[in-house]
């Protein structure tokens, strides 16, 4: 705990080894930042951007997008808002935003808008919502609490819900080139380079892949400073 943490400390500090001390200072912080985002989840029912919200969406089709962006959130992390998850309701379009700052994705959702908006809800417990409701068409809305409630006619779970205003959306631009690759010959590619990955590298280079899309070829290429990865395969472009 931290005061335990911090009490040990400040009573004996002059006894403990420097790599005690260390971990005493990394358990206090990381449990500092699990007390904020607790108290970030009870007390920040904030106001919700552009007024309410009304979306239908099958459960199935949610289900499924909901776990592809929450993929890239983490619950690790310094910044509250990054345990969150968007839900972005505009032009008729639904969309799903999840990002660790290193990595972001967005995934677009077939559903109805019947009320657009923008708001953050915190990325596992929307995630558990969704799993335990019934197949079936879904309503995903605002009430005039700034709660997030999901029906489908018979059980209505309620979450809090927060102002989507300073998520950190990640930029994606436009490719010049598109292709398309199944998605078990990109997995294989990737399980044939990641082991050559640097993964603590003060060359922040090395820590990623370098891709290159060129005619009907994709090549993937990793490399740590002592061993280098290659893999191509063909795709259709």
Not at 31 to 56: H, R
Not at 83 to 109: F, R
Not at 129 to 141: A, D, I, S
Not at 186 to 210: E, Q
Request: aromatic share 4%.
């Amino acid at each position: 705990s931290i005061s335990g943490n911090a009490g040990i400390l400040l009573s004996s500090e002059e006894n403990i080894d420097k790599y005690k001390r260390k971990q005493l200072y990394a358990d206090i912080y990381d449990d500092s930042l699990w007390l904020i985002n607790l108290v970030e989840n009870l007390l920040a029912i904030t106001k919700i951007e552009d007024g309410k919200m009304k979306l239908k969406i099958e459960k199935g089709e949610l289900q499924k997008k909901v776990a592809l962006a929450s993929s890239a959130i983490s619950q690790k992390v310094s910044m509250p808002i990054l345990t969150k998850m968007v839900i972005v309701a505009e032009n008729d379009e639904i969309s799903l935003h999840g990002t660790d700052l290193s990595m972001g994705v967005v995934a677009s959702v077939d559903g109805e808008v019947l009320e657009g908006g923008r708001i953050a809800v915190e990325s596992k417990v929307f995630t558990d919502v969704v799993k335990k409701m019934p197949e079936g068409t879904l309503t995903v809305k605002t009430d005039e609490d700034g709660n997030v409630v999901v029906s489908n006619g018979k059980v209505r779970l309620k979450l809090s819900c927060a102002d989507a205003e300073n998520y950190p959306y990640m930029e994606f631009h436009d490719m010049e080139t598109v292709a398309l690759v199944k998605e078990c010959e990109l997995k294989n590619a990737l399980k044939s380079v990641l082991f050559s990955l640097a993964t603590d590298a003060s060359d922040k280079k090395m820590t990623g892949a370098h891709l290159v899309i060129q005619d009907k070829d994709l090549t993937l290429t990793c490399l740590d400073g002592h061993r280098i990865a290659i893999f191509k395969l063909t795709i259709e472009q």
